[in-house]
């Protein structure tokens, strides 16, 4: 009887030990905290030991934000952080009743706050991240005016009633065929239709959307010698914005203007809410080899990447998303069901055939100021280019993994000789091929028909319709408006040639 209580003692006091580790096993460290402020936001990364569960709640008078780890202890000086920019004053920390960890950020400012946790990946181990949202803010600094933004909404709007009435051509275009087969063609004398001269012209700014690649706990490539990616593209772009502010009827919108993350998808969204004529995302190209170098610049591929480096890259791009924690998806569920595949592939195809145009300028001009690392425009499905009605492209402007070429990736003298390149690729275009409704269409409008023999395109237009309301050739019409075929856009200022 001795022997058996003995061990049931020493089974009970093994078993407590076991408990014990087990408990010890589950208890979290904060290891460091991060901090990132942007214009509409601030993130909040806390780095743990292990996994752990979080209850976030706001409290008021004053403003808190309270932020409890269950089974967590602080090793880590939480008053570090770089609040400035922020909506918090103040971070206090300490024991929670009943254990765990108590994190209290004093606020000065109405929040949205949301968090969730990530798994380690090869950057980071767990970590709890808490999103401090502030309603009513624009992610971008001075945004869009709203007269121009009410501008651009018409003409976009117009545009899509000219694409959706494309769509609708293409679509019945078969069965209109097989009926003109059965049925005797008829002729139908029509009244002239009234001309209707130009309207005045909006003389817009274009917009190029600037997109810094990765940013705040996405570091992107690092460098030999220590450089971050995020660092240096963040520079290139801001000598680029500048080069294009400086420049008549041009804008430039910084998607990301400080050092904090945005997702893929956001940045796109961005650019869209700012009404961009074009977005151009920022990268510096990396290897496991330090060997190659060389600037490339990427457009979007409907059927994949066209090579292994191609498609490389444009994992380890899409990676970010996965780093940052965020997703979303572009819905086109505000169109006929039996249109959508038609109106996507329209406005995808020229998209497409706009962005290989200005990536092949835009090559052309940075071959001048660094070796290539590819002679072509290279096609890949980086996420940030797959805007369907904005023509983007992706551009590595070096490769960081080469010693050299990440020292002169940190020279301010070849950062702004990259900008001056990329603007002047974006330049060219624009010049040659303006927004109908844009300062430089109107400079080259009025240069071309200072008699005022002209029309501008209205909703249900086709090439034509215009050309016999006018009394002219098609063949001519095109000619004098360098069109080469018959796609034309509402709000375009026709030049109309003398019969």
Same mark, same amino acid.
């Given at each position: 009887? #001795?022997?058996?209580?003995?061990?049931?003692?020493?089974?009970?006091?093994?078993?407590?030990?076991?408990?014990?580790?087990?408990?010890?096993?589950?208890?979290?460290?904060?290891?460091?905290?991060?901090?990132?402020?942007?214009?509409?936001?601030?993130?909040?990364?806390?780095?743990?030991?292990?996994?752990?569960?979080?209850?976030?709640? +706001?409290?008021?008078?004053?403003?808190?934000?309270?932020?409890?780890?269950?089974?967590?202890?602080?090793? @880590?000086?939480? +008053?570090?952080?770089?609040?400035?920019?922020?909506?918090?004053?103040?971070?206090?920390?300490?024991?929670?009743?009943?254990?765990?960890?108590?994190? *209290?950020?004093?606020?000065?400012?109405?929040?949205? !706050?949301?968090?969730?946790?990530?798994?380690?990946?090869?950057?980071?181990?767990?970590?709890?991240?808490?999103?401090?949202?502030?309603?009513?803010?624009?992610?971008?600094?001075?945004? &869009?005016?709203?007269?121009?933004?009410? $501008?651009?909404?018409?003409?976009?709007?117009?545009?899509? /009633?000219?694409?959706?009435?494309?769509?609708?051509?293409?679509?019945?275009? !078969?069965?209109?065929?097989?009926? +003109? =087969?059965?049925?005797?063609?008829?002729?139908?004398?029509?009244?002239?239709?009234?001309?209707?001269?130009?309207?005045?012209?909006?003389?817009?700014?274009? $917009?190029?959307?600037?997109?810094?690649?990765?940013?705040?706990?996405?570091?992107?490539?690092?460098?030999?010698?220590?450089? #971050? =990616?995020?660092?240096?593209?963040?520079?290139?772009?801001?000598?680029?914005?500048?080069? &294009?502010?400086?420049?008549?009827?041009?804008?430039?919108?910084?998607?990301?203007?400080?050092?904090?993350?945005?997702?893929?998808?956001? #940045? @796109?969204?961005?650019?869209?809410?700012?009404?961009?004529?074009?977005?151009?995302?920022?990268?510096?190209?990396?290897?496991?080899?330090?060997?190659?170098?060389?600037?490339?610049?990427?457009?979007?591929?409907?059927?994949?990447?066209?090579?292994?480096?191609?498609?490389?890259?444009?994992?380890?791009?899409?990676?970010?998303?996965?780093?940052?924690?965020?997703?979303?998806?572009?819905?086109?569920?505000?169109?006929?069901?039996?249109?959508?595949?038609?109106?996507?592939?329209?406005?995808?195809?020229? @998209?497409?055939?706009?962005?290989?145009?200005?990536?092949?300028?835009?090559?052309?001009?940075?071959?001048?100021?660094?070796?290539?690392?590819?002679?072509?425009?290279?096609?890949?499905?980086?996420?940030?280019?797959?805007?369907?009605?904005?023509?983007?492209?992706?551009?590595?402007?070096?490769?960081?993994?080469? !010693?050299? =070429?990440?020292?002169?990736?940190?020279?301010?003298?070849?950062?702004?000789?990259?900008? @001056?390149? &990329?603007? %002047?690729?974006?330049?060219?275009?624009?010049?040659?091929?303006?927004?109908?409704?844009?300062?430089? /269409?109107?400079?080259?409008?009025?240069?071309?028909?200072?008699?005022?023999?002209?029309?501008?395109?209205? %909703?249900?237009?086709?090439?034509?319709?215009?050309?016999?309301?006018?009394?002219?050739?098609?063949?001519?019409?095109?000619?004098?408006?360098?069109?080469?075929?018959? *796609?034309?856009?509402?709000?375009?200022?026709?030049?109309?040639? %003398?019969?």
């Amino acid at each position: 009887m #001795r022997i058996v209580l003995r061990a049931v003692l020493t089974l009970s006091a093994g078993c407590a030990l076991l408990v014990a580790g087990v408990s010890s096993l589950q208890a979290a460290t904060v290891e460091s905290m991060r901090l990132w402020s942007a214009p509409d936001h601030a993130r909040l990364v806390f780095d743990l030991s292990a996994a752990a569960s979080a209850n976030v709640f +706001s409290l008021d008078n004053p403003a808190r934000l309270v932020i409890d780890l269950d089974e967590s202890e602080m090793n @880590t000086d939480a +008053s570090t952080l770089p609040l400035d920019g922020s909506a918090i004053d103040s971070v206090r920390t300490g024991v929670r009743d009943g254990g765990g960890l108590r994190v *209290v950020l004093e606020l000065n400012r109405e929040i949205s !706050p949301r968090h969730f946790t990530l798994p380690p990946n090869d950057q980071y181990g767990h970590r709890l991240v808490v999103d401090l949202e502030y309603p009513g803010e624009s992610a971008v600094e001075n945004p &869009i005016d709203p007269i121009e933004a009410m $501008i651009r909404d018409q003409e976009i709007l117009a545009q899509r /009633a000219n694409t959706q009435a494309q769509a609708q051509v293409q679509e019945q275009a !078969p069965s209109q065929q097989a009926s +003109s =087969e059965q049925a005797a063609p008829t002729t139908v004398s029509q009244p002239p239709a009234e001309v209707q001269s130009a309207q005045p012209h909006p003389r817009r700014d274009i $917009i190029i959307a600037i997109d810094p690649g990765h940013g705040g706990e996405d570091p992107g490539a690092i460098g030999p010698a220590g450089t #971050r =990616e995020k660092d240096v593209v963040l520079e290139i772009s801001r000598r680029l914005a500048a080069k &294009i502010n400086e420049t008549r009827g041009f804008k430039a919108v910084l998607i990301r203007d400080g050092d904090y993350y945005l997702g893929l998808r956001q #940045r @796109t969204q961005l650019a869209r809410e700012q009404k961009a004529d074009f977005f151009v995302s920022i990268h510096a190209d990396a290897f496991t080899s330090p060997r190659p170098q060389g600037s490339s610049v990427y457009a979007l591929s409907q059927r994949g990447a066209t090579s292994e480096t191609a498609q490389w890259l444009a994992d380890s791009e899409n990676r970010s998303d996965l780093i940052g924690g965020v997703d979303g998806s572009l819905s086109l569920r505000d169109k006929d069901q039996v249109l959508r595949g038609v109106l996507l592939d329209l406005t995808m195809t020229a @998209t497409l055939n706009d962005s290989l145009t200005i990536g092949g300028q835009v090559l052309e001009k940075l071959g001048r100021v660094n070796r290539l690392h590819k002679s072509r425009v290279e096609q890949a499905g980086f996420m940030v280019l797959k805007s369907p009605d904005i023509p983007s492209l992706l551009i590595e402007v070096g490769f960081i993994s080469n !010693p050299e =070429e990440e020292r002169r990736l940190r020279d301010p003298s070849h950062q702004r000789g990259l900008a @001056t390149a &990329i603007f %002047s690729g974006l330049r060219d275009h624009f010049e040659g091929n303006p927004p109908p409704a844009s300062l430089l /269409a109107w400079e080259r409008d009025n240069q071309r028909s200072p008699s005022g023999n002209e029309y501008r395109i209205q %909703s249900g237009d086709t090439l034509s319709a215009i050309a016999i309301r006018h009394g002219v050739p098609v063949n001519q019409l095109k000619q004098a408006n360098d069109l080469n075929g018959d *796609v034309i856009r509402v709000g375009q200022v026709l030049r109309i040639p %003398s019969s």
